[in-house]
DNA sequence: CGGTATCCACTAAGATACTG
DNA sequence: CAGTATCTTAGTGGATACCG
């Protein structure tokens, strides 16, 4: 996800590179508003996703140390994902931009209506 | 980059859309720090980048309203590129984030290190 | 329940060559 | 100078089936 020249130009640069991924922002988002979550409520709370691109997030995301995976030993097995505190510091760190994108949500969305057309 | 599951789940899901390319970051970074630029200098400011590429994420940006084009038909031609009012919102939307990473700078980077290995 | 593994399609991205 | 066109490759994402 990063440009290979080597570190980043800026912060926002190496920002986009961790919470780039295809659902890794609607992750954080289910993770910040329900807290706690186990693997399958995840799964439910972001429509759409496959459970292998969730996994394959939740693992990128977990290595970058956003989110923390707590496995219970039990039967039925048990795996619960929470936000670290580095996590929920960027969770609000991309507050603004969820504003932002709120308050030209039209604009964006008569943009992509018209590259589908 | 939706997940098109029709509108965004969340505004930061729609941000991320409209600054999730490869280059995107780089291009506004630069825009907002040399405020307008020429193709050819934009060029430079974003290292790495294929004139391809450049054109490709500017056209996207001009279309979701991020960016403005002034061409001027010169010999030789001018074409200048520049930030909208739309597009500096966006800048400073992005800023919490780019202080977030410059301030976990060290664990992104100890991870991406990690994954490559 | 919470994953893995495999295969396949699609798109994003890069190299190169050419043009108004 | 500022692109366009074409080809090729790498990576992302989805479907399906299976495992502890």
């Not at 394959?56 to 670290?84: F, M, N």
């Not at 709120?102 to 964006?108: A, E, F, K, Y």
Request: aromatic share 6%; net charge negative.
């Amino acid at each position: 996800m990063s440009n290979g020249t080597g570190p980043y130009v800026c912060g926002i640069d190496a920002g986009m590179d961790v919470v780039g991924g295809k659902w890794k922002a609607l992750i954080l988002w289910a993770l910040d508003h329900e807290g706690t979550l186990r693997f399958g409520q995840l799964k439910r709370q972001v429509p759409g996703v496959s459970e292998k691109m969730l996994i394959q997030q939740l693992r990128e995301l977990e290595a970058d140390g956003i989110v923390h995976r707590e496995v219970y030993r039990e039967v039925p097995p048990r795996v619960e994902y929470s936000l670290t505190e580095m996590g929920e510091g960027l969770n609000e760190a991309l507050g603004p931009l969820g504003a932002w994108a709120t308050r030209h949500m039209d604009q964006i969305l008569a943009a992509k209506h018209r590259d589908v057309a």
